[in-house]
């Protein structure tokens, strides 16, 4: 058997890119940043940087939720924390010209999480915001703030954003994973606020209540209520043991 060579291969760099996805104001958003470097110098791009020689995926999806959200991945065997984040891989990105520096394959990661601080720039970026996906992913495909030219985000992210978007809205309807845009405590309307913005659409909500606490082991009550929506107390839920839902909340066909 020959000796293997590395040379006789070309190198390759591995980024790890997130599409940050929060509910704010009602409305599904997701964490861009402007590029203050090139390529792309000046354009919004998703938040990510390269994979340090020493870590592996998880571990640098992880330092990059850190540093853009101060946010921490939460562990799914270990009690929920007040800071912590789904973080799940997507999908990995390899075009060999999604980059013009040089080959650069990204493995990009969804990140979930309610109440998320005001966004921060780090690394090569210069500033960071919150936008609505419907913003993101307009029909021309460009985005840019009120008064900027309208541009298509960095790379190939707008691509990243759709997928990460699409495993949003498809996830939400056979598991658990919309209470992760709750906190801790919620009520039954703050979780279907949280459906009707993933998914883009209004939903009944006597049916909404109904579906969700007659799933077995969907929701679990904390025996508390609050009147931060206005009106008369409101029963609070925490997230219960099932992460499938059985039947499966599915999405209204629009």
Not at 8 to 34: G, I, S
Not at 99 to 126: E, I, K, T, W
Not at 189 to 210: I, K, M, Q, S
Request: charged share 20%; aromatic share 8%.
């Amino acid at each position: 058997m020959p000796p293997y060579d590395p040379s006789t291969f070309p190198p390759f760099a591995v980024t790890v890119d997130l599409v940050v996805l929060t509910v704010r104001r009602h409305a599904l958003c997701a964490l861009v940043v402007r590029r203050g470097e090139p390529p792309f110098q000046g354009r919004w791009a998703l938040p990510g940087g390269f994979v340090k020689a020493d870590e592996d995926l998880g571990a640098a999806a992880a330092r990059e939720l850190v540093e853009e959200t101060g946010l921490c991945a939460q562990d799914p065997s270990a009690p929920a924390v007040g800071n912590g984040a789904h973080l799940e891989q997507l999908a990995t990105y390899g075009d060999p010209g999604r980059d013009p520096r040089m080959r650069v394959v990204s493995v990009a990661h969804l990140a979930l999480a309610p109440d998320l601080p005001a966004p921060r720039a780090g690394g090569d970026a210069n500033s960071a915001r919150w936008s609505s996906v419907d913003d993101l992913l307009g029909a021309d495909g460009s985005f840019g703030q009120e008064g900027e030219s309208q541009t298509p985000l960095a790379f190939d992210h707008a691509q990243i954003l759709a997928d990460g978007v699409e495993r949003a809205r498809s996830k939400i309807e056979y598991s658990s994973l919309a209470t992760a845009f709750c906190p801790q405590e919620f009520t039954v309307g703050e979780l279907r606020r949280v459906y009707e913005a993933v998914w883009g659409v209004v939903l009944d909500p006597r049916n909404f209540h109904r579906k969700v606490t007659g799933t077995p082991g969907f929701l679990v009550p904390t025996g508390g209520t609050t009147t931060r929506q206005g009106g008369r107390p409101a029963q609070l839920f925490r997230a219960g043991a099932a992460t499938v839902l059985n039947p499966p909340m599915l999405r209204p066909e629009v």
